[in-house]
């Protein structure tokens, strides 16, 4: 029910939705109509102004650190799922703008920074069609030359609190280990709660972080784009679920 709860919650703070209703809700109440249009139109323009987004993205980031500033050795990197798509067709794996975090674990494995890496995802839908994101991540990792017995994968979760809870019982046995955490910079927050809520001691490797320089032209910090719409409703949904773990755990 949480998750049913949660995914119902994620589709209702969407910008875009809200600014879709103020639009639609002004062609019913005429009296109205004025002040809902300037409110849709300062939304339209405020949730797509990238340097708005980029802000508000900076000030909720945790601290970012380069490969080489990792001077310790883990037993292994955990991976968050939530990288990437496949496609059942064509046999491939589709990566989106987190696709980072496999990418650096990759990278981190063959600099002996870690020395397995584990790959926490399942399927975030809420109906299974049985296609699960750790399982064609250890086919990738597998296709880049890491050896099987150094890749471990956990499928069951569906969130990042699940994460944490199936990523705990897999490394239930495994002794006193040190473990690196790497997801996106913007989930780092939320995903570093919930292992510690979880009794697990990690240290962070954050990835896809916002640049901390700014560009000043007008393009930039007047126009909206849609990207930033897309980025709005990722931090919010990212702030909600912060918010919603707190509660709830």
């Known amino acids: 029910m949480f998750f049913i709860v949660s995914k119902i919650l994620a589709f209702l ?11 639609i809700a002004s062609l019913f109440f005429k009296k109205k109509r004025k002040i809902l249009l300037i409110i849709s139109v300062c939304s339209f323009w405020f949730f797509g102004n990238a340097f708005i987004v980029d802000l508000a993205y900076k000030t909720w980031e945790e601290d970012v650190i380069s490969v080489s500033e990792v001077k310790e050795t883990y037993d292994y990197g955990i991976v968050l799922g939530g990288f990437s798509g496949y496609d059942e067709t064509k046999k491939i794996i589709e990566f989106n703008d987190s696709g980072d975090r496999l990418f650096y674990a990759v990278q981190l ?52 609190w699940e994460n944490a809870k199936y990523t705990s019982e897999t490394l239930e046995n ?39 320089n700014i560009k000043f032209d007008l393009e930039y910090i007047l126009l909206p784009n849609s990207t930033s719409y897309e980025r709005w409703e990722t931090l919010i949904k990212e702030w909600v679920g912060y918010c919603v773990y707190r509660i709830r755990y």
């Open 109 to 160: 494995y063959n600099l002996g920074k870690i020395e397995k890496i584990l790959v926490s995802g399942g399927n975030g839908q809420l109906i299974n069609e049985g296609y699960m994101e750790a399982n064609w991540s250890k086919d990738f990792l597998l296709d880049c030359g890491i050896p099987e017995q150094d890749i471990l994968t956990e499928g069951k979760s569906r969130n990042t």
């Open 13 to 23: 703070i969407k910008p875009t939705f809200w600014i879709l209703s103020l639009l």
């Open 174 to 212: 495994k002794g006193n280990i040190k473990l690196l955490l790497i997801t996106s910079a913007w989930h780092m927050k939320r995903a570093s709660y919930c292992f510690t809520n979880n009794y697990i001691s990690v240290d962070k490797f954050s990835t896809d972080y916002t640049p901390q």
